[in-house]
């Protein structure tokens, strides 16, 4: 499961998809305040090139951008915001949420926490390091994650959520340094993002199966909501 979670089967895959889409151009949108180039703005340039990776339409990208950056004459007021707590049997996450009206979103992630445990700031986020988090796929047979890691400056690397990737992880400020790097050793990128790495994960052999579920289905409930960006959970594997 990895310190990021993630739908699994196919509809849930399909039903990703789009919400992808939808939560890249908010990604896109809140990047451009600072430029419309991704050539001087590197962390619109990181989205941009998620977005091309998992052919999100030309259109959608460049609307997002010029909508982002007030050349559309559109006003765009997205804030980041975290919500920390627990999963069912003490599973700890975290829910970052990109929200156009924070007065909408709280109430929702109160009533979504309520088989779980919504806590206050810090509650959770103690136990998970803030990272830099690329995946990144072989460019030929034979690349060695372990090497490349090294050479372009990563902390670690574990196995990616794509068949045959690698997930790299960096310091926070290193991120788009070492995304970079990547492709001179051997590593086409896939996706590069901030995140959260659960320090202490919960091994899932201590939960029951029904436990598991429960968890499962907690956290796909999460993920529905249209203002969460991303859910990182303390469940190892």
Same mark, same amino acid.
């Given at each position: 499961m990895?310190?990021?979670?993630?739908?699994?089967?196919?509809?849930?895959?399909?039903?990703? *998809? /789009? &919400?992808?889409?939808? *939560?890249?151009? &908010? @990604?896109?949108?809140?990047?451009? *305040?600072? /430029?419309?180039? !991704?050539?001087?703005?590197s962390k619109l340039r990181l989205v941009v090139e998620q977005a091309r990776k998992v052919s999100m339409p030309k259109d959608t990208l460049e609307r997002a951008i010029k909508k982002g950056a007030g050349l559309t004459g559109e006003t765009v007021n997205f804030e980041h915001v975290i919500y920390e707590g627990f999963a069912p049997h003490q599973v700890p996450v975290m829910v970052e949420c990109l929200t156009d009206n924070v007065k909408r979103t709280a109430p929702e992630m109160r009533v979504l926490f309520r088989k /779980?445990?919504?806590?206050?700031?810090?509650?959770?986020?103690? @136990?998970?390091?803030?990272? /830099?988090?690329?995946?990144?796929? !072989?460019?030929?047979?034979?690349a060695d994650p372990e090497l490349a890691a090294i050479e372009a400056g990563a902390q670690e690397f574990e196995p990616g959520e794509a068949e045959g990737s690698t997930l790299f992880i960096t310091d926070a400020t290193d991120l788009d340094l070492v995304s970079r790097a990547? !492709?001179?050793?051997?590593?086409?990128v896939l996706s590069a993002k901030l995140g959260y790495k659960p320090k202490n994960p919960v091994d899932p052999a201590r939960l029951e199966p029904a436990q598991l579920e429960e968890v499962e289905s907690f956290l796909a409930a999460i993920d529905a909501n249209d203002d969460v960006q991303n859910v990182f959970v303390g469940l190892a594997g």
């Open positions: 990895g310190a990021q979670w993630k739908a699994k089967g196919k509809a849930a895959a399909a039903d990703a *998809r /789009g &919400k992808l889409f939808g *939560r890249l151009a &908010k @990604d896109i949108m809140v990047a451009a *305040r600072n /430029g419309a180039d !991704p050539a001087s703005n /779980g445990q919504l806590g206050a700031s810090g509650s959770v986020s103690w @136990d998970f390091l803030h990272v /830099g988090m690329i995946e990144a796929e !072989p460019a030929a047979a034979g990547l !492709p001179a050793h051997g590593f086409n």
